[in-house]
C-alpha cells in the first residue's frame, strides 16, 4: 500500500510539473480569432508565412538606413522607427525586434506598453530620463535612472514605460525587443483617443475628474510616434 501511495505522489507530481511547463505559442498580433471554415474567410496565421528556404536570399535579413536621424518635429518630439519583421522578412518566428528612436530636445517617448515583448534601451547619444511603473500586485512601484552615453536600461514585459529627453540637444537611443511584432500601446492615445470612444462618465469616475477636462482630452488630436 506504501508503494502505491508514493507512486500515486509521483504521478501527482509529475503530473503538475507537464501542466505548469505547458503553454500555447505566444500571440504575435493583437488578435487571432479562430474560423470553423477557413475557406469562407480570409486566413490570417499568428505571424506570416514562410517561403520555401531554399528561396531565401541575403536581402530577406537585410535592412539599412537606421544612420539616418529621423524628424522630430511634432507634439511628442520623438520619432521611432522599428525594424521588425515587416521590414526584415527573416525576421520571421526568430522573437526579435530592433528599433532607433530620435529625440528632440526635452521630447519624450510617452508612456506606453509592449504587449508582446521585453526592451533593452541603450543611448547612443545624449542624455534621457527613463523609467517603468510595476504592476498594481507590485504597489505600482515606479523605477526611474537618467542614462547617459552607453548606459543601458531594461523594461520588462508589458510594464508601462517612458523615456524624456531633459536636455536642450537632441538624444538618439536604439532598443531591442523580445518579439518579431512586440506591439506598442501609448496610454494616453488608447484611453482619449481610442475608435469608438470610451464613454467619457466612465473615464471621468475613472480618473477622478470632472467630466468636462475628459471631453476635452477626447476631442484633441493625440500623435502617434510609432513609424
Same mark, same amino acid.
Given at each position: 500500500?506504501?508503494?502505491?501511495?508514493?507512486?500515486?505522489?509521483?504521478?501527482?507530481?509529475?503530473?503538475?510539473?507537464?501542466?505548469?511547463?505547458?503553454?500555447?505559442?505566444?500571440?504575435?498580433?493583437?488578435?487571432?480569432?479562430?474560423?470553423?471554415?477557413?475557406?469562407?474567410?480570409? %486566413?490570417?496565421?499568428?505571424?506570416?508565412?514562410?517561403?520555401?528556404?531554399?528561396?531565401?536570399?541575403?536581402?530577406?535579413?537585410?535592412?539599412?538606413?537606421?544612420?539616418?536621424?529621423?524628424?522630430?518635429?511634432?507634439? %511628442?518630439?520623438?520619432?521611432?522607427?522599428?525594424?521588425?519583421?515587416?521590414?526584415?522578412?527573416?525576421?520571421?518566428?526568430?522573437?526579435?525586434?530592433?528599433?532607433?528612436?530620435?529625440?528632440?530636445?526635452?521630447?519624450?517617448?510617452?508612456?506606453?506598453?509592449?504587449?508582446?515583448?521585453?526592451?533593452?534601451?541603450? %543611448?547612443?547619444?545624449?542624455?534621457?530620463?527613463?523609467?517603468?511603473?510595476?504592476?498594481?500586485?507590485?504597489?505600482?512601484?515606479?523605477?526611474?535612472?537618467?542614462?547617459?552615453?552607453?548606459?543601458?536600461?531594461?523594461?520588462?514585459?508589458?510594464?508601462?514605460?517612458?523615456?524624456?529627453?531633459?536636455?536642450?540637444?537632441?538624444?538618439?537611443?536604439?532598443?531591442?525587443?523580445?518579439?518579431?511584432?512586440?506591439?506598442?500601446?501609448?496610454?494616453?492615445?488608447? %484611453?482619449?483617443?481610442?475608435?469608438?470612444?470610451?464613454?467619457?462618465?466612465?473615464?471621468?469616475?475613472?480618473?477622478?475628474?470632472?467630466?468636462?477636462?475628459?471631453?476635452?482630452?477626447?476631442?484633441?488630436?493625440?500623435?502617434?510616434?510609432?513609424?
Amino acid at each position: 500500500m506504501k508503494a502505491v501511495h508514493i507512486l500515486l505522489t509521483l504521478t501527482a507530481f509529475a503530473l503538475a510539473s507537464f501542466i505548469a511547463s505547458a503553454s500555447d505559442p505566444s500571440p504575435l498580433q493583437d488578435f487571432c480569432v479562430a474560423v470553423d471554415e477557413p475557406h469562407k474567410a480570409s %486566413v490570417f496565421v499568428n505571424g506570416k508565412f514562410c517561403k520555401d528556404p531554399k528561396l531565401a536570399k541575403a536581402e530577406d535579413f537585410f535592412f539599412s538606413g537606421l544612420n539616418v536621424p529621423r524628424d522630430t518635429h511634432n507634439p %511628442v518630439g520623438s520619432n521611432v522607427t522599428q525594424v521588425n519583421v515587416d521590414l526584415i522578412p527573416g525576421l520571421n518566428t526568430l522573437g526579435i525586434t530592433l528599433a532607433r528612436i530620435d529625440y528632440a530636445p526635452y521630447g519624450q517617448n510617452p508612456p506606453h506598453t509592449h504587449p508582446r515583448g521585453s526592451e533593452i534601451l541603450v %543611448v547612443a547619444k545624449g542624455t534621457l530620463y527613463v523609467g517603468f511603473v510595476s504592476s498594481n500586485q507590485d504597489g505600482n512601484r515606479l523605477f526611474t535612472k537618467v542614462l547617459k552615453e552607453g548606459d543601458v536600461f531594461v523594461f520588462p514585459i508589458g510594464m508601462i514605460h517612458f523615456q524624456f529627453n531633459p536636455r536642450h540637444v537632441p538624444a538618439v537611443a536604439f532598443a531591442g525587443l523580445s518579439s518579431q511584432n512586440a506591439g506598442t500601446i501609448t496610454i494616453a492615445n488608447s %484611453v482619449f483617443g481610442s475608435d469608438p470612444a470610451i464613454n467619457p462618465d466612465l473615464l471621468a469616475k475613472a480618473f477622478q475628474v470632472d467630466k468636462n477636462v475628459i471631453d476635452k482630452l477626447q476631442k484633441q488630436f493625440w500623435f502617434g510616434n510609432d513609424n
